[in-house]
């Protein structure tokens, strides 16, 4: 444990991390951890079995929908809950006897639980003041990042002296100031208005990268994680569905519960007619397709998924391979994009979203070919 606490112990320079996030040390390392809530009939399993590697330098974002189980996680980790089972590491040492105050990590939250009596100042040399550093050092600590942070001539106010923005910011500074080893978010932005979220979103990412901390970061909102995110765990009922990067997320959704969650998908159940090592062929509304099976084990007659996003398909483009006539059911004209569905089949609805300003209406109740570029089309199983 005298690791741990070394890495708290002061000295001048804030953050001194030169590992790139594509580093392959293992910071943080979650195995088999799960964590369960009640007793008797009413247990939950809030976190359920779950494994995974940060790295360091690594921004990571768990994201899910309200109750996956993403605080819970984030709450282990930080020492805030005991795993029912499982291993917490940190740089290679089970960390999970280790009481929440000597791990070095801090937590930013969405309610930024700074404290009301106290300066600006004196909010962010608090932990530095439980560590008794000096008062020369923490003055030094401080004026690091009170700049790094646009938060200098604030130092003197009180917390209700300050917009939400700023009260994050603070907050970050706080965070930051403890040179942690680990930094942890819970929903840190969901109190701002979406336009100082995004400008935070941005001045977040423009930090950890510049100062190269390993940081675990929770959120529902999709835009949140696909921005900030070295790579996305995307959990779902206290399970992780995939982790990857922002485009392996989007366009190799591992499961329909991840291509629906983020972004919108259309699903077509399709037959299988043949697979021919790992490609499959697929009855697609009477034409045949030829696709990955994604490692699928797939029959003759077996039901595939095919995912396709509706700003992939696209309408009356004459030198499309994979055409299928339609009429658009419904139009929507939303000024920087138009929203179809289209009825291809009897009953086989698809939604399609035009992103050309320029490019020709059609009215409902129009004759169309809907056309699939093959290479957006994903197999799942069913
Ligand atoms: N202290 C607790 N006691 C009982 N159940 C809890 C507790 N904390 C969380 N839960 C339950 O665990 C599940 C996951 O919660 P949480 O981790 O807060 O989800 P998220 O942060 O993804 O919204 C939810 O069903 C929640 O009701
Ligand atoms: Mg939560």
Not at 155 to 164: A, C, K, T, V
Not at 181 to 202: C, G, Y
Not at 311 to 325: F, H
């Amino acid at each position: 444990m005298n690791h741990l606490t070394k890495q708290i112990e002061p000295n001048k320079t804030l953050i001194h991390n030169t590992a790139k996030p594509e580093s392959e040390t293992v910071t943080l390392e979650l195995r088999n951890l799960a964590k369960m809530f009640g007793s008797g009939k009413s247990q939950h399993l809030a976190v359920d079995h779950i494994d995974l590697e940060v790295k360091q330098g690594e921004f990571i974002t768990i994201l899910g929908p309200s109750g996956c189980g993403k605080t819970t996680t984030l709450r282990l980790v930080a020492g805030f809950e005991n795993a029912t089972s499982g291993d917490i590491l940190l740089d290679g040492n089970v960390i999970n006897e280790v009481p929440a105050n000597q791990r070095p990590m801090t937590m930013v939250f969405q309610s930024y639980a700074l404290f009301p009596h106290m300066s600006v100042f004196e909010n962010i040399a608090y932990g530095l003041r439980i560590n008794k550093l000096s008062q020369q050092m923490i003055e030094e600590k401080i004026e690091i990042v009170v700049n790094l942070m646009n938060l200098v001539g604030l130092e003197d106010r009180m917390p209700h002296q300050l917009s939400g923005g700023q009260q994050q910011r603070v907050a970050l500074a706080r965070a930051l100031v403890m040179e942690p080893r680990l930094l942890l978010f819970d929903e840190p932005l969901s109190n701002l208005d979406a336009k100082l979220r995004i400008h935070m979103r941005t001045e977040i990412r423009r930090l950890q990268q510049r100062l190269g901390i390993t940081s675990l970061y929770v959120t529902h909102d999709q835009a949140e994680a696909m921005g900030l995110s070295d790579r996305i765990v995307v959990m779902n009922n206290g399970q992780i569905e995939q982790v990857g990067t922002p485009p392996e997320i989007y366009l190799k959704p591992a499961s329909a519960f991840v291509a629906d969650f983020i972004g919108r998908s259309n699903f077509i159940k399709c037959t299988v007619l043949n697979r021919d090592y790992d490609l499959v062929s697929l009855d697609f509304f009477g034409e045949t397709v030829k696709l990955s099976a994604n490692g699928h084990a797939f029959e003759r007659g077996d039901t595939a998924l095919i995912v396709v996003r509706p700003e992939s398909v696209r309408l009356n483009v004459e030198d499309s391979t994979l055409t299928i006539p339609g009429h658009i059911k419904h139009a929507e004209y939303l000024g920087t994009y138009v929203e179809y569905e289209v009825e291809l089949e009897r009953g086989h609805f698809i939604s399609i979203t035009d992103w050309n300003p320029l490019s020709a209406l059609h009215a409902e109740g129009a004759e169309v070919q809907v056309c699939f570029p093959p290479e957006a089309l994903y197999v799942l199983a069913e």
